[in-house]
């Protein structure tokens, strides 16, 4: 007994010495850093080691943990009289934004320098770079970081996405050998679907920043927002055969970037430049990539006041060491050498330009606020639907942007559906956003009905304007309107008792959940596929009709008032199947959908990871529906019998238009199975003699020299051809169940040229007409091509139907009127 204490106090000891003493990463992990892949606890457990040992000038918080339990943090480190003061530090610049309303008024506020690792999992040294940063900003015998931190405080997340760091990680160390393989065809630089790029609903992290759509992005943000950095870095990896990119990033930079925001990406460059010159290591600057698209790691912080840049290292692929192109061998060693080096030349930049950094941060959000430079003045977002303005007033708000309510409704703005000024119409509901606030700049990136391009070759999508994606009318105005930003709460849902039955309207994407909710409670549910009227009221195409007939065996009157509160629905009573006008509930126009529809849906090797992830995360969290994912490789063997719809995301499948599959998928359908196909899915199924083709390019230049083209001129004659993502109306059929739920219309966010010819057998739900262009950059020869043809479209054969999706109504999650249309194609279309 005695023994046992002594031996426990002794641990007990030797722990509390062991976690006061500094190590150094070499040292904590027992390898030098470089010579395999730390696993992302051990990453973590390095940060709270040096935090313990450290504890004057380190600070570990947690903020959150991932999908698969991963714990997410950062680390404050600062110069011990700035970490005592720390709170007020982070106090007095949330004042300077104005976003707190007592600060401390500090005259030396330091600077804020925030950076982010390895958002991309397999882009893997960043991690292990951070670990080496942290230790140099510590080591008491680094005189140079601790003269920096007396005016700079950094903050480091060294790993923002550790469910795909460990999946890519787990993976390469189950792959490699004692010695690491260079040569590029070996296995270790193979990764097998869906790679360690993405989160665990294979999400990419840095294309979620604004919609934040995912828990890592969710909570994250609302620490930065805690925080907001004067520099934030993002930290990357490109090919294995790139060298190093680091600010100034290229063209197009959004108009909204400030002369300093440009300036000082200069200065951090130059300084970068100055120590990769002296150890020879090549880089390239101002080419690739741009400061666009407002969900990025580096645009995001950009439109909130910061220096926002990419850091890309080559590496990606290349394990633990690869033979480049140059006949060089790139090791992990190097690449984490580049990203420390990087990360601490920034640290010295920020600190040799603090009270400019400190100056200009707080004149950006006195500019915001004054509303300096916009155009617009108010957006005035207007709906007949409060869930969806109640979606969009949470995503501005989950971004730090007020919005509230206006009394003086007789102004004229650019209405975004027409393209042209026009006088306030009011919907009878409406949602407004003063540009006269702190976080202005990102309200009016966000809301923007135009994007303006100074140069169209851009690494993503153009256009994201969120009344299109809400598909919510809306104006900007250029006046000054007055916004009452005082909470408003959202109307009461008042239970609907009846002994007969409940009428449950079909008017956005809340109507979808509860449709959802009810069929997996077994409730059997009717439709109806026209217009009625009851008790006065008018009741549009998809109004939910659920009966106590059908609903013996189930609390129906209860399970639909609770999934009506929960969606916030407001269900009407009804007594009789005798209506004012219209159908009565016995006609054969109202449809019933008896029991829930089983889905699965084609993943795996051969369908796009992010596609298949956005409907794979649809179902589990938002949808809480039942999905069955199967591998795209066992389509041959599978059993279909089992399920009523299969969705076949994008992707480059081997043996989807083979004769074995195409009968096996034909017969599902004949036997009344619904086939979803979705943009690159339908374009190959197209092949394969379903009853629907892609419309041939006809608008060639045939010219006699039409061949004769300057070398120099390539990448800009591609962009003819090119279409990163903009947006179109579609003319919808609304009459259909595809479109029950919309008006006439769709915007659409077109990323390809695909369209398909009318159908002659099915219907044409969504098509593009004539003039149906309407913001982003689309190149002259593609929109040459996109009109007069099909985008979503139905097609019945014997007793089931295939419905074609030509565009990705679940893009990334965030185009969230696509979301209702998606509903549509899986419980009602074909129905
Ligand atoms: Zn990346």
Redesign the pocket.
Known sequence: MKRLSLSFLFATLSFVLFAQTLQSPDQFLGYPLGAKYSRHHRVVEYFKSVAAAKPEMVKVEKYGETNEGRELMVSIIASPDNLKRIESIRLNNLQMAGLAKAGSGLADAPAIVWLSYN??GN?TSSSEAAMKTLFALVDPSNTATKEWLKNTVVIMDPCINPDGRDRYVNWFNSMVGTTPNADPQSREHIEPWPGG?SNHYNFDL?RDWAWQTQVESQQRIKKYNEWMPHVHV?????GYNEPYYFAPAAEPFHEVITPWQRDFQVLIGRNNASYFDKNGWLYFTKERFDLLYPSYGDTYPVYKGAIGM?F?QGG?RSGLAILNKNGDTLTLLDRLNHHYTTGISTIETSSKNQQRLVKEFKQFFEDSKTAKSSEYKTYVLTSKDENKLLSLKKLLSDNGIESGTISNKGFKGFNYFTGKEESFVDEGLHLAVSAYQTNSVLARVLLEPRTKLADSNTYDITAWALPYAYGVKAYAVKEKLDVNTDAVSATAIVAANSNYGLLIPYTSLNSAKLMAELLKKGVKLRYATAPFQYKGKEYGRGTMIVLKTSNAAVNWNAIANDACQKFHVQADAVETGFMDKGMDFGSPDIRVINAAPKVALISGEQSSSLGAGEIWHFFDKQLEYPLTLVNANDLARFNLKNYQVLIIPDGFYRNLTDKPTTDKLKDFVRNGGKLIALESAAEQLSGADWGFKLKENKSEDKGEYAALKKFADQERNALTGSIPGAIYKVDLDNTHPLAFGFPDFYYTLKQDANIFEFMKNGWNVGVLKKESYVTGFSGVKVKAKLKDGLLFGTMGMGAGSVVLLADNPMFRQFWENGKLLFCNAVFLAGQ
């Open positions: 958002v991309h882009e790029r840095n993002d930290y990357h990896e490109q990419t890309e990606i």
